[in-house]
């Protein structure tokens, strides 16, 4: 077969095979197939889509590609169960809800991804942390889930490596936002995981790859459709992405705010109600609790007797990090060299949210290429939400950068990415809809 005759196919809005498809994902998964070849069909799948069936195709040929794990054989004693996020600028939300839900008797082997285009990645976050290793071997990944709960990872060479190498290739060729590709590169990654029930958070917004409540309703049926094929039962709950969830975006930056969050001392009000909206969630998903406010208050209470944050410093020590690393983050964190505040003044009434993640991508907090080192210490901290009234003592953030110079130019893509006006906006919520299949 020919892969000249794949991408024609697709360029001419044809469907492929399963002789195709499958032979593309070997291509992947042995990397016999150049990364302009990929990058070619990506290209013509993204102006042309893809059906149904083909995108569960692409979904269950690249969850083959590797190892796909049982639990039923090991010795666990609740469900096995994991959220996405189609990703988001401050989506920090996994090192919440992974212990979080340890703490409520889940377990959670979380197979998490890079940065995406102008999205933060949760394996690049969790690589900030000294020491721990985001890419165990799977006994070790088996064994920090069996003992603590939750393991946070990122795709390991065994695990739908198809997906691994497609994922870092669209990343860099402006494909990313294709419905059906986002729905195998998520789904695959799941179903290698053996997963029992699945959440989704899909972000809808400006700094989402959804920027519409129609297209984020597309992607989450797509994904609950795909997933039902597999007999993986899921949840899709839409946030909102037109801000910078929480009060920080960047990698090392984040973890910090993770932290204030689980040890019950920072707890902004639009990440929290993402978080225990999806917390509660995957607990009426996992057949734990069958009413959202209960599932609700459960979560609220793991949070305040100190049970998620105990979670969370067990997994980081098991996968390598600092033992006190709760006690203790601001001692092991990387730090950036220069500290600006950025000052304006009036209401911040709207946001063009992927230019701040694009702002940091440009700090060296993101990557231009496929492998390009991170700064994990830049990003902005102390980010102002809409309807926040800035002045001298109320900054719109401050700015974490490697030199003045970095310092500045992250200045003026900030304050262009900012509206201010003397009236505050109305109140937008942040958990829009709620779908279940």
């Known amino acids: 077969m020919l892969f000249t005759d794949v991408i024609r196919k697709k360029r001419d809005g044809g469907d492929l095979s399963d002789d195709q498809i499958q032979f593309f994902v070997d291509g992947l998964a042995d990397e016999s197939l150049p990364a302009e070849r990929v990058s070619s069909l990506a290209m013509a799948i993204f102006l042309n889509s893809m059906s149904f069936d083909e995108a569960a195709k692409l979904t269950m040929a690249m969850a083959a590609s590797g190892t796909v794990l049982e639990w039923d054989s090991q010795n666990y004693h609740g469900p096995v169960v994991d959220k996405h996020s189609t990703g988001g600028v401050g989506d920090k939300v996994s090192f919440m809800l992974a212990p979080i839900l340890a703490a409520c008797g889940c377990h959670v082997p979380m197979i998490s991804g890079r940065g995406l285009g102008h999205t933060g990645g949760t394996t690049d976050k969790a690589e900030a942390i000294p020491g721990y290793n985001a890419t165990p071997d799977l006994e070790t990944f088996r064994k920090v889930v069996q003992d603590v709960g939750c393991a946070i990872i990122g795709q390991t060479p065994e695990l739908a490596p198809a997906d691994r190498r497609f994922y870092s290739i669209r990343d860099v060729t402006g494909t990313v936002e294709s419905v059906p590709l986002i729905t195998a590169s998520i789904l695959s990654k799941k179903i290698a995981a053996g997963l029992q029930g699945l959440v989704m958070d899909v972000k809808v917004g400006s700094g989402a790859f959804m920027d519409t409540i129609d297209k984020a309703r597309e992607l989450a049926n797509s994904i609950i459709g795909t997933a039902a094929r597999a007999g993986l039962k899921t949840h899709a709950v839409i946030t909102d992405m037109n801000e910078v969830l929480g009060t920080t975006a960047g990698n090392a930056l984040e973890i910090e705010e993770s932290v204030l969050y689980l040890r019950d001392e920072v707890r902004e009000s639009r990440l929290d109600?993402?978080?225990?909206?999806?917390?509660?969630?995957?607990?009426?998903?996992?057949?734990?609790?069958?009413?959202?406010?209960?599932?609700?208050?459960?979560?609220?209470?793991?949070?305040?007797?100190?049970?998620?944050?105990?979670?969370?410093?067990?997994?980081?020590?098991?996968?390598?990090?600092?033992?006190?690393?709760?006690?203790?983050?601001?001692?092991?964190?990387?730090?950036?060299?220069?500290?600006?505040?950025?000052?304006?003044?009036?209401?911040?009434?709207?946001?063009?949210?992927?230019?701040?993640?694009?702002?940091?991508?440009?700090?060296?907090?993101?990557?231009?290429?496929?492998?390009?080192?991170?700064?994990?210490?830049?990003?902005?901290?102390?980010?102002?939400?809409?309807?926040?009234?800035?002045?001298?003592?109320?900054?719109?953030?401050?700015?974490?950068?490697?030199?003045?110079?970095?310092?500045?130019?992250?200045?003026?893509?900030?304050?262009?990415?900012?509206?201010?006006?003397?009236?505050?906006?109305?109140?937008?919520?942040?958990?829009?809809?709620?779908?279940?299949?």
């Open 273 to 437: 109600k993402v978080v225990i909206a999806l917390c509660a969630e995957m607990l009426l998903v996992a057949g734990v609790e069958t009413d959202r406010d209960m599932a609700a208050k459960r979560c609220n209470e793991v949070i305040a007797n100190g049970q998620a944050a105990e979670k969370f410093a067990r997994m980081v020590e098991a996968l390598g990090g600092p033992a006190d690393f709760v006690d203790n983050h601001g001692a092991y964190l990387p730090k950036a060299s220069v500290i600006h505040p950025v000052h304006t003044s009036g209401i911040v009434c709207a946001v063009d949210t992927r230019a701040v993640g694009n702002a940091i991508i440009e700090l060296g907090g993101g990557r231009r290429q496929v492998g390009e080192a991170l700064d994990l210490a830049v990003g902005f901290s102390r980010v102002a939400s809409v309807g926040t009234e800035l002045d001298e003592n109320t900054p719109l953030a401050v700015i974490h950068a490697a030199s003045e110079d970095d310092a500045a130019n992250a200045e003026r893509n900030l304050l262009a990415a900012v509206s201010v006006a003397q009236d505050a906006p109305a109140d937008r919520p942040v958990v829009c809809e709620i779908l279940t299949g």
